[in-house]
Nanobody, 121 residues
Framework: QVQLVESGGGLVQPGGSLRLSCAAS????????MAWYRQDPGNQRELVAT???????DYADSVKGRFTISRDNAKKTVYLQANNLKPEDTAVYLC???????????????WGQGTQVTVSS
């Protein structure tokens, strides 16, 4: 079965940086778009960044110029480089990936369990 595992979260001071990773494993024929979401208790889940299979990217206005999403297809991994972190970036960051499990099957979305990012002095 498909699993997504996030890593790289932690506690950083304002202005610091983190690189988050999300690795897909299991039965996977093809991976389409990949994305990062974040959610903080009491706040609505929001889309942070997306990257298409061709490498096209989109970002939420709140992170433009600070965050960069990238992918390594050979490793089935998507990354989020988060720079100049602010306290408002504190949240659980979740990976979402569009996957065709086997040839000819339908596309499905899969979620990781999340990695905690805390920005505090």
């Amino acid at each position: 079965q498909v699993q997504l595992v996030e890593s790289g979260g932690g506690l950083v001071q304002p202005g610091g940086s983190l690189r988050l990773s999300c690795a897909a494993s299991g039965i996977i024929f093809r991976i389409g778009s990949m994305a990062w979401y974040r959610q903080d208790p009491g706040n609505q889940r929001e889309l942070v960044a997306t990257i298409t299979s061709g490498g096209g990217t989109d970002y939420a206005d709140s992170v433009k110029g600070r965050f960069t999403i990238s992918r390594d297809n050979a490793k089935k991994t998507v990354y989020l480089q988060a720079n100049n972190l602010k306290p408002e970036d504190t949240a659980v960051y979740l990976c979402n990936t569009e996957i065709e499990v086997t040839r000819g099957s339908s596309w499905r979305n899969y979620w990781g369990q999340g990695t905690q990012v805390t920005v505090s002095s």
